[in-house]
């Protein structure tokens, strides 16, 4: 899995006279600045279906992750505490997701602790 890409001259701009802010802090800091405006509830769906982790609750999270340019859905699910990935083939206004897989390192499903 690569590692999220971030700006690091931003993070130093955003360090200014304080000195060095690690890249993560700093793009914590940015998002917490721009933070969302909620609208309601919507039912996301994958290929047609409602997206369903299908035991106990789940995490989603709005990252570009495969780094395309576009938002893809995280969603970390309860069960067995795996993360599944959900590639957005449309756009970040619209997105829409078409499959999914589980999240992976050296071949092998990435999974936390649950329970």
Not at 38 to 43: A, K, N, R
Not at 87 to 109: C, K, R
Request: with cysteine.
């Amino acid at each position: 899995m690569q590692g999220f890409p971030c700006d690091q001259n931003a993070a130093r701009r955003e360090a200014g006279a304080h000195g060095w802010m690690r890249p993560l802090e700093a793009l914590e800091r940015r998002l917490l600045l721009s933070a969302p405006q909620f609208t309601g509830e919507v039912l996301l769906e994958c290929a047609g279906e409602p997206i369903d982790v299908t035991d106990g609750c789940s995490a989603p999270y709005v990252v570009d992750f495969n780094m395309d340019g576009r938002r893809d859905l995280l969603v970390g699910q309860f069960a067995d505490g795996k993360i599944r990935f959900y590639p957005n083939v449309g756009t970040d206004d619209a997105p829409l997701y078409d499959s999914w897989s589980y999240v992976q390192a050296n071949g092998a499903d990435l999974a936390g602790s649950y329970g």
